[in-house]
């Protein structure tokens, strides 16, 4: 059997499988297809609705209406690009490094080469979904805004896939020589070489902003030009979203251009570029890289040996708390945290931009002095805020159970019921994130110039979506679990995570509109309150926050509690 052989046999078992997967799902449990459908449905209906109203209103913008547009879709495609690029590199390095499969793969008949390429098929299907859904709805709205024909749909679709081909097998190939040639702490300095580069970068354009700013209100176009000259890195040629980008405008006219084939043949030519260098390095580098990452994680041992010491020299002290095996388990996950990148590093780039963007929010616009205006991107920075930390949760938060689940036997020998460790599992996350995004907040609100009263109001209120969404996460955790599986990512995946997914929006979207209610007052009366909750607006969106908080946290973790005392997710455990 020849290497392509043993490709299609790994595609068509999986095919296989995901087909028996769909039918079970579309048969047994019609009402969770019919759930994700609607979701799925409603959300490409709102999405193209937003894009299209965006799209009408610049269109109204004259003079800079083409070039606002063009910029957006350059924009659009490059953090897409970014994002497929980051979550594929970080989704296979769990899918190549730290699975059972990959070791299984090993024992087969099969070339290392085939198991690396398919293994990166693998999450690029998983993760390229997302990019689909996100970027339809812009184009289908750009579509209907430019009035192109059946064959921008077509050329659009194909320029798709070859832009999915070439972010997943880049960033691929990037993971397998990071992992092969870069150690620790070569990973260690160089996190802080680009920390330097980035900081020094974020100085000077904002001594060069503030230049521009002084002289914005002068004119107009200067004002337009300092705002597309922070945006020109998206469209550098040497960038894949740039050509996919150029493609979709020149193909949504109603005439033909010349070099109309320039950006696709210039995605084709890289994806069959990246085919090849996968393959070679799937081939060469491959197994010694996964033979690596077993031995540094081997390695690993003495320090545990160490911390196991440290533990007992702890409980030596005659320490008879209760909350002691509370407290181990809670410094377990923190060291788990700090020793996986793939989870510390996505938290530290979204809580990271949304840190910068909060202490630079007035910068956007220095004369922004009326209090409605104010109090406009203030609830716009919160729902910005909630939205990433839902993502996080549902991200981060919900598949801990289900990971802990294959083991819940060797927990529930440990010196600490199951209802505390979904207590701490709670009250860590709340913590972590919590206090991170309402440090986001505060600086946001002081950098607004916002009054006490006013920042309080916001940070109180993503206070409550910290305690609610944590709530839901690690309730609809231990409810709806997935202990088959080892990788996170295709646990969220799932019909659980998609649950938990959707309650999340739905709760946030609940508590952002309380918010906004209890601030009508500052909306029609063009000035600040007197305190945080001096207007019956204010008292009575409080309250509904309070008691939106208290069920979000209360009932999952009930539901999760009952579901713990019947124990029926041990019949699904593997000893």
């Not at 998983?126 to 064959?151: I, K, Q, V």
């Amino acid at each position: 059997m020849n290497e392509r052989q043993q490709l299609f046999l790994l595609w068509r078992t999986h095919w296989r499988v995901v087909w028996r997967r769909l039918l079970h799902l579309c048969g047994s449990r019609r009402l969770t297809a019919a759930t994700l459908a609607v979701a799925l449905l409603g959300y490409m209906v709102g999405a193209y609705e937003l894009f299209r109203q965006g799209l009408i209103y610049l269109g109204r913008m004259p003079g800079a209406s083409g070039i606002l547009t063009d910029r957006l879709l350059h924009i659009a495609f490059f953090c897409l690009f970014f994002m497929l690029a980051f979550s594929t590199a970080v989704t296979a390095y769990i899918s190549l490094f730290r699975s059972r499969e990959t070791s299984w793969l090993f024992g087969l008949p099969l070339t290392h080469r085939v198991i690396f390429l398919w293994k990166v098929i693998e999450t690029a299907l998983y993760t390229g979904w997302g990019l689909l859904m996100l970027s339809a709805p812009l184009l289908l709205a750009f579509a209907h805004h430019r009035g192109a024909g059946l064959g921008f749909y077509l050329k659009s679709g194909l320029g798709m896939v070859l832009f999915m081909v070439v972010a997943c097998l880049g960033a691929g190939c990037v993971l397998l020589l990071l992992v092969r040639c870069v150690g620790r702490r070569q990973l260690r300095w160089g996190m802080v070489l680009v920390a330097g580069i980035t900081v020094s970068w974020l100085v000077r354009e904002y001594f060069h902003s503030v230049k521009i700013v002084e002289h914005s209100t002068e004119s107009i176009s200067l004002a337009v030009q300092g705002v597309l000259r922070h945006t020109e890195v998206t469209t550098h040629w040497g960038l894949p979203s740039t050509w996919l980008a150029e493609g979709v405008s020149r193909w949504s006219l109603p005439f033909r251009r010349q070099g109309e084939m320039l950006n696709g043949t210039l995605l084709l030519s890289h994806a069959l570029l990246g085919a090849l260098c996968a393959s070679l390095l799937g081939k060469w580098l491959f197994f010694d890289a996964w033979n690596r990452t077993v031995q540094r994680e081997a390695a690993i041992i003495p320090g545990a040996d160490q911390s196991g010491r440290s533990y007992t020299l702890w409980q030596s002290r005659k320490s008879t708390s209760a909350w002691t095996p509370f407290w181990a388990i809670t410094r377990k996950d923190v060291v788990t945290f700090v020793r996986e990148p793939s989870q510390w590093v996505q938290f530290a780039l979204v809580f990271g931009l949304l840190g910068l963007y909060a202490l630079n929010i007035r910068r956007f616009n220095p004369n922004l002095e009326a209090p409605r205006d104010v109090v406009l991107i203030a609830s716009f920075n919160v729902a910005a805020c909630a939205f990433a930390l839902s993502t996080l949760t549902t991200r981060f938060v919900y598949p801990q159970f289900s990971l802990d689940g294959r083991r819940l036997w060797i927990l529930a020998m440990a010196p600490i019921r199951l209802e505390k460790l979904v207590l701490q599992k709670y009250l860590l996350a709340v913590g972590f994130t919590g206090s991170i995004a309402c440090i986001i907040l505060f600086l946001s609100g002081r950098s607004l110039h916002l009054p006490a009263s006013e920042v309080m109001w916001y940070v109180l209120t993503m206070a409550f979506l910290a305690i609610g969404l944590n709530g839901l996460a690690v309730g609809l955790g231990v409810v709806l679990p997935n202990v088959s599986e080892t990788n996170s990512a295709r646990i969220v995946s799932g019909f659980g995570g998609t649950v938990c997914l959707i309650a999340s929006v739905i709760y946030v979207v609940g508590i952002i509109g309380l918010a906004v209610v209890g601030r009508f007052a500052v909306f029609g009366q063009n000035r600040w309150p007197e305190g945080l909750a001096t207007t019956p607006e204010a008292r009575w969106s409080l309250v509904g926050m309070v008691l939106m908080a208290s069920a979000a946290a209360l009932v999952p973790t009930w539901l999760a509690k009952k579901r713990l005392k019947k124990l029926e997710i041990s019949s699904n455990m593997e000893y």
